[in-house]
């Protein structure tokens, strides 16, 4: 198969806060006011938990399509813990980012257990929002021309 290009455009708005240009749709992405935001939007980090968290969905109905099992429901709860020491410019060896990511999938279905736990691993190997976030993609930023 061919590599697909994902593009968006985002405007800075304010300090905390920016409009995000994705195909047809605008995203506001702004902090809590107890971060110096106007809650007008969920935060970067919060979205980069969501975007897991949608990944997961469309993976997983996708295999379990592929696998012939039946999802009566699926929930998914994310959490991630980061320290905001690097962010905040107060240095240290901790990264900037989230140090650890876990994801809980509450699922009804009429297959086994072992076959919902090789849907589960699948989803797991084959996300690939999981994947960036696992295996640390390069991200290259640099002033435009």
């Given at each position: 198969?061919?590599?697909?290009?994902?593009?968006?455009?985002?405007?800075?708005?304010?300090?905390?806060?920016?409009?995000?240009?994705?195909r047809d749709f605008t995203v506001i992405i702004d902090e809590p006011e107890k971060l110096g935001g106007t809650?007008?939007?969920?935060?970067?980090?919060?979205?980069?938990?969501?975007?897991?968290?949608?990944?997961?969905?469309?993976?997983?109905?996708?295999?379990?399509?592929?696998?012939?099992?039946?999802?009566?429901?699926?929930?998914?709860?994310?959490?991630?813990?980061?320290?905001?020491?690097?962010?905040?410019?107060?240095?240290?060896?901790?990264?900037?980012?989230?140090?650890?990511?876990?994801?809980?999938?509450?699922?009804?279905?009429?297959?086994?257990?072992?076959?919902?736990?090789?849907?589960?691993?699948?989803?797991?190997?084959?996300?690939?929002?999981?994947?960036?976030?696992?295996?640390?993609?390069?991200?290259?930023?640099?002033?435009?021309?």
């Amino acid at each position: 198969m061919k590599d697909i290009t994902y593009k968006i455009d985002a405007t800075s708005v304010s300090e905390s806060r920016a409009d995000v240009t994705i195909r047809d749709f605008t995203v506001i992405i702004d902090e809590p006011e107890k971060l110096g935001g106007t809650n007008a939007g969920p935060n970067p980090i919060e979205l980069e938990l969501a975007s897991l968290a949608g990944c997961i969905n469309v993976t997983g109905h996708f295999v379990a399509k592929e696998m012939g099992i039946s999802l009566k429901k699926l929930e998914i709860g994310i959490s991630g813990t980061l320290n905001p020491a690097k962010f905040m410019g107060k240095g240290g060896d901790e990264r900037a980012g989230y140090k650890s990511i876990s994801a809980s999938l509450d699922v009804e279905s009429d297959a086994s257990a072992e076959d919902l736990e090789r849907w589960r691993s699948q989803i797991e190997e084959r996300c690939p929002v999981s994947d960036n976030l696992s295996a640390g993609t390069s991200v290259e930023v640099q002033i435009a021309d």
